[in-house]
């Protein structure tokens, strides 16, 4: 009973603080001595040449491929808006790629996104279809999340008549470990709209991003 009470009280310090900056969030020097310690778990010799700046490497490589974490989605849409008089056919985006780590094991996800939207009114600027996919893709994820919430994102910024999302990804934690199976890959789908009302839509999706 005692780990039932104490995980509620938990969960209520922290829906408390969501709003606050992360302030229990570990200093530089924990997040190194953290790699530090992993270090030595696998058998390495951190004191060893090769291995001195590794600690402050990895915690600055985690910054970078972690940077999603404070980027705002709806920020990075918001800012281009374009009306475009009488285009209304379909934008279409194919092969962004993108890197991202699974949540299960914080190893790499390596992967391709197609976006196509109808516009309604409005488009976004090409490119920031491609920094959506990062901010998402630069967490902790898995697949499914990851199409859902640029999915999400793209549909409540920009309000497209129909959105069709495909992501195609080979899962690094499947090739490297476990059943070792290199070269599959994971297909995500997320249709909305008009794309999600007709199936010829989604077909021309999938023939124009297999051109
Ligand atoms: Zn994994």
Known sequence: MDAVVKSLSDGEASQAESDKPIS???TRAEAEAAVLTLLRWIGEDPAR???LDTPKR?????????AGYRDNPVEVLDRVFEEVEGYSDIVLVRDISFFSHCEHHMVPIIGKAHIAYFPEGGVVGLSKLARVVDVFARRLQT??????????????????????IMLEAEHMCMAMRGIQKQGASTITTRFTGVFEEDPALQARFFMLIRE
Do not use: C, K, M, S
């Not at 697949?143 to 069709?164: F, K, S, V």
């Open 143 to 164: 697949q499914e999340a990851l199409t859902a919430q640029i999915a999400d994102a793209i549909n409540d910024t920009l309000r497209p008549r129909g959105l069709a």
């Open 58 to 66: 990895v915690v600055r490589a985690y910054e970078e491929l972690f």
């Open 49 to 51: 040449e090769g291995l």
């Open 24 to 26: 229990d969030r570990p």
